[in-house]
């Protein structure tokens, strides 16, 4: 058995900590690797950044205090699996010193570079700027979840770099079954609400929509356009893993409204993904992989503008036949290239090889 250390961001409240790192466990425990896992914080850090309650100074302290017991522990292991980087607003040197001769494998599954490297403070782009680069550099090897991403690994001087995107667990996705006839056309967002802003993107094609239509946005804590009271009936549901399925399949089409921007572009799709596994047509922003992902016209609508937005919406509203079949398409694709079921095999491979 391979023995690895992942040094996760968050525990399972934290998507890309659940979905990149997590999720995988029980099936690379299978395939020969034993993963202890050590969060830098846990669920009730992100429940308290969800609410905007501000975080103790002695809280991060001890969180960070666990973290650097965990890295000089980490000899004990084979290869540590480290999301993005261990700690946060340190400079790369002291990760490096800190985790010794153990190779790691640097994952990424956003543009996280450019929070250091397009600060505001000048200060900060000095001294960690360029932070992201030089662990990537010094890794055994870097996981991109996109092509984007990827790029930036190899022109930081990664040694080795391959690309594995965000993935959904199948098993928690049923084939999905038609729609109750007679509801009304509901459009869905899933996120979080650092995300929600995005939904401004969009807010004129969701008012065309009228009465006749709904919009259900879940994880998005209230958060919704300005200017849709009285033109569309908004519905607000909580976020739980283990109603996610069952909050989707209220869904008749998935939107993922984004912004053109440095950060977006490095960003995975995953609501894409999790709107076609549920077998659900998508309109998305033509930015970054969702461009990969949306065969447009097959499985789902790229929308540049709010005239594009608008045709998508009111398109997949007035034909259930259309929608039945994009989000076929949807599900096939998901099926063939980004759940858990197909990618496991390649991962397990990486990490084993990158621990050699």
Same mark, same amino acid.
């Given at each position: ?5 992942l040094?996760?961001?968050?525990d ?8 990149r ?19 830098l914080f ?5 429940r ?7 975080q ?16 000089l ?6 290869l ?10 340190l ?5 490096r010193a800190?985790?010794?001769?153990v ?11 450019h ?19 030089? *662990? ?24 080795s770099v ?6 959904i667990?199948?098993?928690?996705y ?16 899933m996120?979080s ?6 939904l401004n993107?969009?807010?004129e094609a ?5 009465g006749?239509a ?10 919704? %356009?300005?200017? *849709? ?10 976020w ?7 909050l989707?399949?209220?869904?008749d089409?998935?939107?993922?409204p984004?912004?053109?921007? %440095? ?7 995953y609501k ?8 659900? %047509? ?11 992902l949306?065969?447009d016209g ?6 540049a503008?709010p ?7 009111t ?12 989000g076929?398409?949807?599900r096939r ?6 759940s ?17």
């Amino acid at each position: 058995m391979t023995a690895v250390l992942l040094l996760n961001r968050y525990d399972r409240l934290g998507a890309s900590s659940r979905l990149r790192f997590l999720d995988f466990l029980p099936a690379l425990e299978r395939a020969g690797l034993t993963v202890t896992a050590a969060p830098l914080f846990d669920d009730s850090y992100l429940r308290d950044l969800y609410a905007g309650r501000r975080q103790s100074p002695a809280r991060l302290a001890a969180a960070y205090a666990r973290r650097v017991g965990r890295m000089l522990g980490a000899r004990r292991f084979d290869l540590v699996w480290l999301e993005k980087e261990a700690l946060p607003w340190l400079p790369a040197g002291i990760e490096r010193a800190l985790l010794g001769r153990v190779p790691y494998v640097m994952d990424l599954d956003d543009a996280w570079f450019h929070r250091y490297g397009r600060h505001r403070a000048a200060p900060v782009r000095a001294v960690l700027g360029r932070k992201l680069e030089s *662990l990537a550099r010094h890794a055994r090897l870097v996981v991109a979840g996109n092509a984007h991403l990827a790029d930036w690994a190899r022109a930081s001087g990664a040694r080795s770099v391959v690309e594995i995107p965000t993935v959904i667990d199948l098993d928690r996705y049923p084939p999905p079954v038609p729609a109750a006839e007679g509801r009304p056309f509901t459009v869905g967002w899933m996120g979080s609400p650092s995300s929600a802003p995005y939904l401004n993107q969009a807010a004129e094609a969701l008012a065309a929509l009228g009465g006749d239509a709904r919009l259900l946005l879940v994880g998005a804590h209230g958060a919704e %356009p300005p200017g *849709l009271a009285g033109r569309i009936a908004v519905q607000h549901e909580p976020w739980s893993e283990e109603r996610e399925t069952a909050l989707l399949a209220r869904f008749d089409a998935g939107i993922m409204p984004l912004a053109d921007g %440095p950060w977006e572009r490095g960003k995975c799709g995953y609501k894409l993904i999790q709107y076609m596994a549920a077998g659900l %047509p998508v309109v998305a922003s033509p930015v970054g992989v969702n461009t990969v992902l949306v065969r447009d016209g097959e499985n789902g609508f790229l929308a540049a503008d709010p005239a594009q937005w608008t045709a998508a919406l009111t398109r997949l509203a007035a034909d259930p036949a259309l929608r039945a079949r994009m989000g076929a398409a949807g599900r096939r694709l998901v099926e063939e290239r980004y759940s858990l079921q197909a990618v496991v095999p390649r991962l397990a491979e990486t990490l084993i090889g990158a621990a050699r």
